[in-house]
């Protein structure tokens, strides 16, 4: 396993991070401890969860995955999407940042978190005061790092802004989506990162399993899988589920199938060629896909296989000309 440096906070992360959106709902927490310890005994040192995955559950288990092993890991959680039904059970104010992380230090049983992420945008909370809060808990302890997802880089941009100007602790790592269909973090983000020196932790590097070459837009999609699944099937399907990425996955198998290469691990690994990317969060159902997916972190791809997904990219999103310049 290779470590890469999380912007400028000088921990050193896996280049793989764990992902437990499924432990407690399509993993049960037998498998779920299992598939931990494995990741963990692999040089996997990075791990992913968020208050409301599966209700709190997945963070249940992860604490009780790291007894005894909380040390030997960097351990992120997130706060903001609705966990209840009040009209503060969501968003970015004081109130429910404070609430959101005691919650999960006592799920997780552990005294800090490493990371905390704003887990997406709060259109009625002002940032200021949002970063205020944050600031509260790393100077409280509670949390090392900050951190966001699913921000467009001018929200990111004026977060850092807020954070120089009143002096608080800022984000150092952003969770994004970002794999071969869904690659526009490239345009602004990721430059703004490389900039700022700013972690970047990417999320869905298969498409939610559409990479991965199993499925048939033809056929429903199989029981058991992301697609399928009653919490967040419908969201998955919307996101990814079209003809013309269908188009655009089948002309990516047919450059791992001329290389000789897994397909899955080709998309992980087309990823890690990216300087601007530290890790990438994987999620797993089994131990067999945790070595699987691993297992990508050793493969290297050449030029000519990065320009042949790169064209599929352009076929995609056909944008040759940009108003950056």
């Given at each position: 396993?290779?470590?890469?440096?999380?912007?400028?906070?000088?921990?050193?992360v896996s280049?793989v991070?764990l992902g437990t959106?499924?432990?407690g709902d399509?993993?049960?927490?037998?498998?779920?401890?299992?598939?931990?310890?494995a990741?963990?005994?692999?040089?996997?040192?990075?791990?992913?969860?968020?208050n409301?995955?599966?209700?709190g559950?997945s963070?249940?288990?992860?604490?009780r995955?790291?007894?005894?092993?909380r040390?030997?890991?960097?351990?992120?959680?997130?706060?903001?999407i609705?966990?209840?039904?009040?009209p503060?059970?969501?968003?970015?104010?004081?109130?429910?940042?404070?609430?959101?992380?005691?919650?999960?230090?006592?799920?997780?049983?552990t005294?800090?978190?490493?990371?905390?992420?704003?887990?997406?945008?709060?259109?009625?909370?002002?940032?200021?005061?949002?970063?205020?809060t944050f600031d509260?808990?790393?100077?409280?302890?509670?949390?090392?790092?900050l951190?966001?997802?699913?921000?467009?880089?001018f929200q990111?941009?004026?977060?850092?802004?807020a954070?120089?100007?009143?002096?608080?602790?800022?984000f150092?790592?952003?969770?994004p989506?970002?794999n071969l269909?869904?690659?526009?973090i490239?345009?602004?983000?990721?430059?703004l990162?490389v900039?700022?020196?700013?972690?970047?932790?990417?999320?869905n590097?298969?498409?939610?399993?559409?990479?991965t070459?199993?499925h048939?837009?033809?056929?429903?999609?199989?029981?058991g899988?992301?697609?399928a699944n009653?919490?967040?099937?419908?969201?998955?399907?919307?996101r990814?589920?079209?003809?013309?990425?269908f188009?655009?996955?089948?002309?990516i198998?047919s450059?791992?199938?001329a290389?000789?290469?897994?397909m899955?691990?080709?998309?992980?690994?087309?990823i890690?060629?990216?300087?601007?990317?530290?890790?990438?969060?994987?999620?797993?159902?089994?131990?067999?896909?945790v070595?699987?997916?691993i297992t990508?972190?050793?493969?290297?791809l050449?030029?000519e296989e990065r320009?042949?997904l790169?064209?599929?990219?352009?076929?995609l999103?056909?944008l040759?000309?940009?108003y950056?310049?």
């Open positions: 396993m290779e470590y890469r440096t999380l912007g400028r906070t000088g921990m050193k280049e991070c959106m499924t432990f399509q993993v049960d927490e037998t498998d779920a401890i299992s598939i931990t310890h990741a963990i005994d692999k040089g996997v040192n990075f791990i992913d969860t968020a409301m995955y599966v209700k559950r963070e249940e288990i992860v604490g995955a790291l007894k005894g092993r040390d030997d890991v960097i351990l992120a959680s997130k706060v903001g609705p966990v209840g039904p009040g503060n059970d969501a968003g970015l104010s004081g109130k429910h940042i404070m609430k959101g992380v005691e919650d999960s230090l006592r799920r997780l049983d005294e800090y978190l490493d990371i905390y992420y704003a887990h997406l945008p709060d259109y009625t909370t002002p940032i200021e005061t949002s970063l205020r509260d808990l790393v100077r409280q302890g509670k949390v090392r790092y951190a966001c997802s699913n921000f467009r880089a990111l941009c004026k977060a850092l802004w954070s120089d100007r009143h002096s608080l602790a800022r150092d790592l952003i969770q989506p970002y269909l869904t690659r526009d490239e345009y602004e983000l990721l430059p990162c900039e700022e020196n700013i972690g970047v932790c990417v999320y590097p298969l498409a939610g399993g559409l990479l070459g199993k048939d837009f033809s056929k429903a999609p199989a029981a899988t992301r697609f009653d919490a967040m099937g419908k969201m998955y399907y919307d990814y589920w079209n003809e013309s990425n188009a655009a996955v089948a002309e198998k450059v791992a199938e290389s000789g290469k897994d899955a691990q080709m998309a992980l690994a087309w890690l060629t990216n300087p601007a990317v530290t890790s990438i969060i994987i999620g797993a159902t089994s131990m067999r896909h070595e699987h997916n990508a972190t050793t493969l290297s050449s030029e320009a042949k790169d064209e599929v990219w352009y076929k999103r056909p040759r000309f940009f950056g310049r």
